[in-house]
Nanobody
Framework: QWQFVESGGGLVQPGGSLRLSCTASGFALDSLAIGWFRQAPGKEREGVSCISRSGGSTSYEDSVKGRFTISRDYAENTVYLQMNSLKPEDSAVYYC??????????????????WGQGTQVTVSS
C-alpha cells in the first residue's frame, strides 16, 4: 500500500514562500507520477500540480501557474512543491498522491483513494 508523507507547511504572510515535501513510506517514488492536491475548509479537494515519472512533464492549475513549481529528487525519494507569492486563498491542507499526469491537465483524483495526513498551509497577515 502506498503511504505518502507530506511536510513543510506552516504559517506565512501573503507574498511569502514555502516548500512542501512529499516522501514515501517504504517504497520508491521514482516509478510514479505524483500530484499535489489541496483542500480548504468546506471545499472539495482539488488538484494543484503534477509531475511525470521522468520529471520531464509538469502541469499546474491555473491559479498557481507562475507561482508554484513542482520538482522531484530521485536520490532523496522526494517530490517538492515550491510555492512563491502565496495568497490567502492558497491556505489549505496539502496532500500528495500517485496520479496519472498528462500535461497540461491537472488530475483531480489520485490512482488510489488513499491519503496521508497532509500538511497545513496558512497564508495570513
Amino acid at each position: 500500500q502506498w503511504q505518502f508523507v507530506e511536510s513543510g507547511g506552516g504559517l506565512v504572510q501573503p507574498g511569502g514562500s514555502l516548500r512542501l515535501s512529499c516522501t514515501a513510506s517504504g517504497f520508491a517514488l521514482d516509478s510514479l507520477a505524483i500530484g499535489w492536491f489541496r483542500q480548504a475548509p468546506g471545499k472539495e479537494r482539488e488538484g494543484v500540480s503534477c509531475i511525470s515519472r521522468s520529471g520531464g512533464s509538469t502541469s499546474y492549475e491555473d491559479s498557481v501557474k507562475g507561482r508554484f513549481t513542482i520538482s522531484r529528487d530521485y536520490a532523496e525519494n522526494t517530490v517538492y512543491l515550491q510555492m512563491n507569492s502565496l495568497k490567502p486563498e492558497d491556505s489549505a491542507v496539502y496532500y500528495c498522491a500517485a496520479v496519472f499526469c498528462l500535461s497540461p491537465y491537472v488530475p483531480q483524483r489520485s490512482i488510489r483513494d488513499s491519503w496521508g495526513q497532509g500538511t497545513q498551509v496558512t497564508v495570513s497577515s
